[in-house]
């Protein structure tokens, strides 16, 4: 599909170059129907060509146009007649002629689905699987401290990991599916071992100069054996009519989520999240900062009650050397009870902020395998002492993908 866009519009800079004299200044729509086309809007750049069809071409330049319009929507048989009609009654010359040739020997664009997957498999270390309490001892009401249980302390051990990812177009006009299967399992702490799977959808559309995004997603999370969680989640990316520098995007994300636990009461919780999102990206690096807060409504008798909160991210990604590929990612979580977690147990109000710093290397060993090294930390601080907890984990994985 690329292949055929990129020949489309290389069409397009030599047709522009041969009616440069008389094409309209004040708005070019071949430019802007092939920019549509090249990112993905088919229906709006069958708008443009509808407006360039009503205005009436003038002379060979804007038919050629037109015809390359339809040529890149797949239309083959109305771009084969504006050819001919070109040919036969505008004597083009040469350089639109060589165009003309050149897209018919390699055909009209025609879309086909695309896919994508991937297959992982990884070994690695946990110091902290259950997220056990950094400090053995809680201090009770009456100020005397009380040593935690042993299952309530860190417990490390090694793991292994196999992961797989799906995703397929359905249409030209960039609706897809999506899928992903996650299984954990610890050498020692069973109690731990996990396997999730999530399937999704995605539809792109507008909303007057708005570019929108939305998607729908749908899973479930199993622990030790026993289905755990339950989720679902509608999800909306809006990136407004803004003039950035060359490179960069800004999108605003909102999104509502419900988790359903089925081992725990009380437990089960609606999200919701409004996210401001700046990307950046150029031949080596790829950038992203994110700003956002959350509100998590839960049970009623949920301890500690509702709680709201601030997230931030920082992702970059950098081409190190021939091959070597660079990671480095920083997230931020705070949140804040609305009500005191435990009363009679525990009189406060939980108040948790959690810092996750990740950093991976990862360098191809063919051109459909990637070897991958991953660490991450994870540092929970709370104002309740029994559940902050330190973690880190080190882990080397391959990674085996197609399309």
């Known amino acids: 599909m690329k292949n055929c866009l990129s020949a489309l519009l290389g069409g397009l800079l030599l047709s522009c170059a041969a009616h440069a004299q008389q094409a309209p200044p004040e708005d070019d729509l071949y430019l802007r129907a092939m920019q549509s086309i090249a990112d993905g809007r088919q229906e709006d750049a069958s708008q443009i060509l509808d407006r360039m069809i009503a205005q009436g071409p003038r002379h060979a330049g804007e038919w050629l146009d037109l015809a390359m319009v339809q040529c890149a929507l797949g239309r083959n048989s109305d771009a084969e007649t504006l050819f001919a009609r070109i040919e036969r009654e505008f004597a083009p010359p040469q350089g639109i002629r060589d165009i003309i040739a050149q897209q018919r020997l390699q ?16 070994y690695g270390y946990d110091s902290n699987v259950n997220q056990g309490a950094s400090f ?12 935690l249980l042993p299952e309530y302390k860190p417990h490390a051990d090694h793991y292994k990991v196999l992961s797989g990812d799906y995703l ?18 610890y050498r020692h702490e069973s109690a731990y071992n996990s396997a999730s799977l999530f399937a999704g ?38 990136a407004p009519p803004l003039t950035l520098p060359k490179g960069y995007d800004f999108g605003v994300l909102g999104s509502v989520s419900y988790t359903s636990y089925k081992t725990l009461t009380h437990f089960d919780s609606a999200t919701y999240e409004l996210r401001n999102v700046l990307g950046y990206r150029n031949d080596r690096t790829q950038a992203q900062a994110a700003l956002g807060y959350q509100y ?10 509702d709680r709201g909160g601030l997230s931030a991210r920082l992702y970059a990604r950098h081409m ?29 109000t939980r108040h948790q902020n ?24 994870v540092r929970n601080r709370e104002n309740i002492s029994i559940f902050q907890y330190d973690s880190h984990q080190i882990q080397l994985s391959w990674r085996w993908s197609g399309l």
């Open 168 to 185: 397929r177009e359905l249409d030209a006009e960039g609706d897809l599916v999506f899928a992903q299967v996650h299984a954990r399992q």
């Open 354 to 377: 959690n810092l996750v710093l990740r950093a991976v290397l990862s360098y191809p060993l063919q051109r459909d395998q990637t070897v991958q090294l991953e660490w991450r930390q």
């Open 296 to 305: 998590d409504h839960g049970d009623s008798d949920r301890p500690g009650g």
């Open 136 to 147: 053995p001892y809680y201090t009770d009401g009456n100020g005397l401290p009380i040593e």
């Open 107 to 122: 055909g009209c664009y025609r879309w086909k689905p695309q896919s994508v997957w991937s297959l992982s498999a990884a």
């Open 320 to 348: 190190l050397s021939a091959g070597l590929q660079g990671e480095f990612e920083l997230v931020g979580q705070q949140w804040r009870g609305r009500a005191v977690y435990s009363p009679g147990v525990i009189e406060q």
């Open 201 to 238: 959808a995605e539809h792109p559309w507008r909303a007057a100069r708005w570019q929108m995004r939305s998607s729908a997603l749908v899973g479930m999370l199993t622990l030790g054996g026993v289905l755990y969680q339950q989720q679902v989640q509608a999800q909306l990316r809006a």
